[in-house]
């Protein structure tokens, strides 16, 4: 979500992350995604969570079929492309620096028929939420958007803006630090979560949140 640096590390991941471009297979088609690092940092390349989000999605063989879905944070677009292969109908927002990119991708990689079920949209958490209807989603996604900690206020009251009783809130992300788990204590002040997924080789955790005691499955 925010257009800052961030260091993951050196070797193979660093060359991946500086890569002009990234190349996937879900929904039975290939995705080729512009990155951008050094115009966008973190907004504009693909992070792991982003990919054990689709993967999940996909395995569990989740219906998104015509679902009202959001992704915060969007980044380059994999998972709001993924989904909308899958059938859903989403919202795909980001800060507005970072929309350009993205609208980029989602249209070089939706065919014509689906384009109109993907909009690309602006969104900084906390600011004019007013232009998205209160409780209006199936389905929250976002994927590495939790590691800034003077964010977390503001993500909170996004999410809170755009749930339903009905709504699922799905996390994906890697726990790098305290303030990560900080955020999840705050989350759970607020809503019923659940960790639904570990993927163990790239140690990222997706995480199901929904507000009271209330355990709609997807």
């Given at each position: 979500?925010a257009l800052v640096p961030?260091?993951?590390?050196?070797?193979?991941?660093?060359?991946?992350?500086?890569?002009?471009?990234?190349?996937?297979?879900?929904?039975?088609?290939?995705?080729?995604?512009?990155?951008?690092?050094?115009?966008?940092?973190?907004?504009?390349?693909?992070?792991?969570?982003?990919?054990?989000?689709?993967?999940?999605?996909?395995?569990?063989?989740?219906?998104?079929?015509?679902?009202?879905?959001?992704?915060?944070?969007?980044?380059?677009?994999?998972?709001?492309?993924?989904?909308?292969?899958?059938?859903?109908?989403?919202?795909?927002?980001?800060?507005?620096?970072?929309?350009?990119?993205?609208?980029?991708?989602?249209?070089?990689?939706?065919?014509?028929?689906?384009?109109?079920?993907?909009?690309v949209k602006e969104l900084?958490?906390?600011?004019?939420?007013?232009?998205?209807?209160?409780?209006?989603?199936d389905l929250i996604l976002?994927?590495?958007?939790?590691?800034?900690?003077?964010?977390?206020?503001?993500?909170?009251?996004?999410?809170?803006?755009?749930?339903?009783?009905?709504?699922?809130?799905?996390?994906?992300?890697?726990?790098?630090?305290?303030?990560?788990?900080?955020?999840?204590?705050?989350?759970?002040?607020?809503?019923?979560?659940?960790?639904?997924?570990?993927?163990?080789?790239?140690?990222?955790?997706?995480?199901?949140?929904?507000?009271?005691?209330?355990?709609?499955?997807?």
């Amino acid at each position: 979500m925010a257009l800052v640096p961030y260091e993951e590390g050196g070797g193979w991941t660093a060359r991946q992350l500086h890569s002009p471009w990234a190349t996937f297979h879900f929904a039975s088609r290939t995705i080729r995604l512009q990155q951008d690092w050094r115009r966008l940092g973190v907004a504009a390349v693909v992070w792991d969570a982003a990919v054990v989000l689709c993967a999940y999605l996909e395995m569990e063989g989740i219906d998104l079929r015509d679902r009202s879905v959001i992704e915060l944070g969007a980044g380059t677009g994999l998972l709001g492309i993924v989904v909308t292969l899958l059938g859903a109908r989403v919202t795909i927002t980001d800060r507005a620096a970072a929309l350009e990119l993205l609208e980029s991708n989602v249209q070089a990689n939706l065919p014509p028929e689906l384009r109109p079920r993907a909009v690309v949209k602006e969104l900084t958490w906390g600011k004019d939420l007013d232009n998205f209807s209160p409780g209006a989603f199936d389905l929250i996604l976002g994927a590495d958007i939790v590691y800034l900690e003077e964010t977390f206020a503001e993500l909170l009251q996004t999410l809170e803006h755009l749930c339903s009783e009905r709504t699922v809130i799905l996390l994906s992300c890697r726990i790098r630090y305290e303030r990560d788990l900080k955020f999840l204590r705050m989350l759970r002040e607020r809503f019923s979560v659940s960790e639904v997924h570990y993927d163990s080789s790239k140690d990222v955790h997706i995480y199901k949140a929904q507000r009271g005691s209330r355990k709609d499955d997807l």
